[in-house]
């Protein structure tokens, strides 16, 4: 019998939450994403949105267990969640955290810091989990990591994103492969070491920060933020010859009606697209 595998996106949008009435369809919280494949959790990112994915682990692993969470890069929209993610005062469970270790900058110690005064009251004593983290070694232009047999994490480091870049990952089941690719402003495209990484995945999580309009704005121009427009996501899901793809990480200044116009206007160029939606459960079939 095949593994059920599936991803809930718990926190969709890009730079600061905004929940509220005009966000209520898609959601306002920032980046966090789970995948489960069988028993075995899998986050993306650690941003708002991981508040409600900790309290979902929190009552699926009452006899304890072990999470993975992978963090595309440091910024605060993508770990300010953390300190408030249930399963961390959880003494039966594991968390397991991969980032990138950068030149000139330490991410344990800049992640812990979180949990530290002045920023917080709890100090790392008021974490009861087994916390540990593994830096990503980018030896090659190609790594993974193999979390559980038959479940393989890849990735793929992309630099425009300011200062320091991201991660792009590929998470790899039984023949099913989805590719979580945020911050990744690509004006010509991505590169062709990454389209060949991610060529023909069946799901690409692609940031779609703006509407073309504002990406370009003569007097507030986005260019060299480090996120992407939605036609940016449209190109890379075409280049790559992915099967489907949702848009995410939304400027939080976009009320729901503009991410549906935005999805009007990539499925014009890429029919199989879809907007990331706040707890909503995508079942990955073959
Ligand atoms: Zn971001
Ligand atoms: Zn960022």
């Given at each position: 019998m095949k593994t059920e595998m599936s991803m809930t996106f718990f926190g969709v949008r890009g730079s600061y939450p905004v929940p509220g009435r005009t966000t209520h369809r898609y959601g306002g919280n920032t980046s966090s994403l789970l995948f489960e494949i069988g028993s075995q959790a899998v986050l993306f990112d650690a941003g708002t949105g991981i508040l409600q994915a900790g309290r979902y682990l929190h009552q699926r692993y009452p006899e304890g267990g072990r999470i993975h969470l992978f963090l595309s890069h440091l910024h605060i929209d993508h770990i300010q969640g953390l300190p408030f993610f249930m399963p961390l005062y959880n003494p039966r469970l594991e968390i397991v955290v991969h980032c990138l270790e950068s030149s000139g900058s330490n991410s344990q110690q800049a992640i812990e810091a979180l949990f530290l005064p002045p920023y917080s009251p709890i100090t790392l004593k008021g974490i009861k989990a087994k916390l540990t983290f593994r830096p990503l070694a980018m030896a090659h232009a190609k790594n993974f990591v193999a979390i559980e047999p038959g479940v393989v994490v890849s990735y793929v480091k992309h630099d425009s994103h300011p200062r320091l870049g991201v991660i792009i990952y590929q998470l790899a089941h039984d023949g099913r492969r989805v590719v979580y690719a945020t911050d990744v402003e690509s004006p010509d495209g991505f590169e062709a070491a990454i389209c060949r990484f991610i060529h023909g995945a069946d799901i690409l999580i692609h940031d779609a920060q703006y509407l073309d309009a504002d990406y370009i704005n003569a007097g507030n121009s986005k260019k060299g933020y480090g996120h992407s427009t939605v036609s940016m996501a449209v190109r890379n899901a075409r280049q790559c010859a992915i099967k489907k793809l949702f848009l995410f990480h939304?400027?939080?200044?976009?009320?729901d009606q503009q991410l549906e116009d935005m999805l009007l206007q990539a499925r014009l160029k890429f029919k199989n697209t879809y907007l990331a939606q706040e707890l909503k459960k995508i079942k990955i079939r073959r």
């Open positions: 939304f400027n939080p200044e976009y009320g």
